[in-house]
T-cell receptor
Framework: AQSVTQLGSHVSVSEGALVLLRCNYS??????LFWYVQYPNQGLQLLLKYTTGATLVKGINGFEAEFKKSETSFHLTKPSAHMSDAAEYFC??????????????FGAGTRLAVHP | AAGVIQSPRHLIKEKRETATLKCYPIPRHDTVYWYQQGPGQDPQFLIS???????DKGSIPDRFSAQQFSDYHSELNMSSLELGDSALYFC????????????????FGPGTRLTVT
């Protein structure tokens, strides 16, 4: 079964610094990978997704992620952190894949703190 | 653009009571998912429906049941509530196809925060 592992439950960066949130996947077949963001007391918002095709995926709010098969990774980056980026970030994949309607399996989450 | 609607947003119940959570998916979405997120935890899949039929089931207690209605809205019914049921309950919806291109994204609602006292 597919799974994802997020390295680092807490990441702290300075405003304007590079954001790097790590996610590794375990999959026997090409995975579908997602990054979601959750602001305090809010729902999950899709940041970006990788399905097929281009390995560098651009998402909303200046985030991007690169699918690296050789490293089984899908790390999330943003060149310059903003205070509003402070949130919980979840990497996710489908547990299996059966026609596009399958349950998501989430990583444990990484809480991003941005300080002035 | 229309989003997933969940009601109520907050719910306080006592132990052994029942609760009903409602979810209204994005129009023309054919699949609904329910997830439970405990404090400080990642969301865990409970159950899903495709075209009003149960399509998958996760770690959902027998005390919980759910269904999807003809208008595609879904309800999660929870009985004999326990303190451990206190969590954020998310509904998500997706569409198998958007035009000729399959889409796989699940769009989440704002969640219902259930507190059991």
């Amino acid at each position: 079964a597919q799974s994802v592992t997020q390295l680092g439950s807490h990441v702290s960066v300075s405003e304007g610094a590079l954001v790097l949130l790590r996610c590794n996947y375990s999959s026997s077949v090409p995975p579908y990978l997602f990054w979601y963001v959750q602001y305090p007391n809010q729902g999950l918002q899709l940041l970006l997704k990788y399905t097929t095709g281009a390995t560098l995926v651009k998402g909303i709010n200046g985030f991007e992620a690169e699918f690296k098969k050789s490293e089984t990774s899908f790390h999330l980056t943003k060149p310059s952190a903003h205070m509003s980026d402070a949130a919980e970030y979840f990497c996710a994949t489908f547990e299996g894949f059966s026609g596009g309607y399958n349950k998501l399996i989430f990583g444990a989450g990484t809480r991003l703190a941005v300080h002035p | 653009a229309a989003g997933v609607i969940q009601s109520p947003r907050h719910l306080i119940k006592e132990k052994r009571e029942t609760a009903t959570l409602k979810c209204y998916p994005i129009p023309r979405h054919d699949t609904v998912y329910w997830y439970q997120q405990g404090p400080g935890q990642d969301p865990q899949f409970l159950i899903s429906f495709y075209e009003k039929m149960q399509s998958d089931k996760g770690s959902i207690p027998d005390r919980f049941s759910a269904q999807q209605f003809s208008d595609y809205h879904s309800e999660l019914n929870m009985s004999s509530l326990e303190l451990g049921d206190s969590a954020l309950y998310f509904c998500a919806s997706s569409s198998r196809t958007s035009g000729s291109t399959p889409t796989y994204e699940q769009y989440f609602g704002p969640g219902t925060r259930l507190t059991v006292t």
